[in-house]
């Protein structure tokens, strides 16, 4: 017997929704600068592969597993403290389960880089995406 998550489904949204803002997930065509080159510096292109219109709530920015990246080779590694904040945005039937780090995340005022996103998807009920992004 599989328990209904419609009714978490529907708080969820209204809650994304009453607390969010308008923003727009895309995902930039990335092609390499030299098509003779296809090993040198990819490029974003203009060119929108994906567009969709969602709503999502920023979360304050807060230590998680993201926090702190590892710079460096070898022996006297160093932690060099990245800024990230977390981006709760409703589900949506047209975006993929998995967005890479391609996708990107504009509010109007600025545009954040995805740097990890995570499905909250108990059984069979997508409930929101939970994405990591860079300030």
Same mark, same amino acid.
């Given at each position: 017997?599989?328990?209904?998550?419609?009714?978490?489904?529907?708080?969820?949204?209204?809650?994304?929704?009453?607390?969010?803002?308008?923003?727009?997930?895309?995902?930039?065509?990335?092609? &390499?600068?030299?098509? !003779?080159?296809? /090993?040198? =510096?990819?490029?974003? +292109?203009? %060119?929108?592969?994906?567009?969709?219109?969602?709503?999502?709530?920023?979360?304050?920015?807060?230590?998680?597993?993201?926090?702190?990246?590892?710079?460096?080779?070898?022996?006297?590694?160093?932690?060099?403290?990245?800024?990230?904040?977390?981006?709760?945005?409703?589900?949506?039937?047209?975006? &993929?389960?998995?967005? !890479?780090?391609? /996708?990107? =995340?504009?509010?109007? +005022?600025? %545009?954040?880089?995805?740097?990890?996103?995570?499905?909250?998807?108990?059984?069979?009920?997508?409930?929101?995406?939970?994405?990591?992004?860079?300030?």
């Amino acid at each position: 017997m599989a328990f209904d998550y419609s009714g978490l489904l529907a708080v969820a949204d209204t809650l994304i929704v009453d607390f969010g803002r308008p923003m727009t997930l895309r995902r930039n065509s990335r092609t &390499p600068a030299d098509a !003779g080159k296809p /090993w040198a =510096v990819v490029s974003d +292109s203009a %060119t929108d592969i994906q567009s969709i219109a969602a709503t999502g709530v920023f979360l304050s920015p807060e230590r998680s597993a993201f926090d702190a990246v590892t710079a460096g080779v070898g022996v006297g590694l160093s932690n060099v403290e990245q800024k990230t904040a977390r981006v709760l945005v409703q589900a949506l039937a047209t975006l &993929p389960e998995e967005m !890479g780090r391609d /996708w990107k =995340v504009d509010d109007g +005022s600025r %545009t954040f880089e995805v740097l990890s996103s995570k499905p909250i998807k108990p059984g069979d009920t997508l409930l929101y995406y939970d994405l990591e992004v860079k300030l």
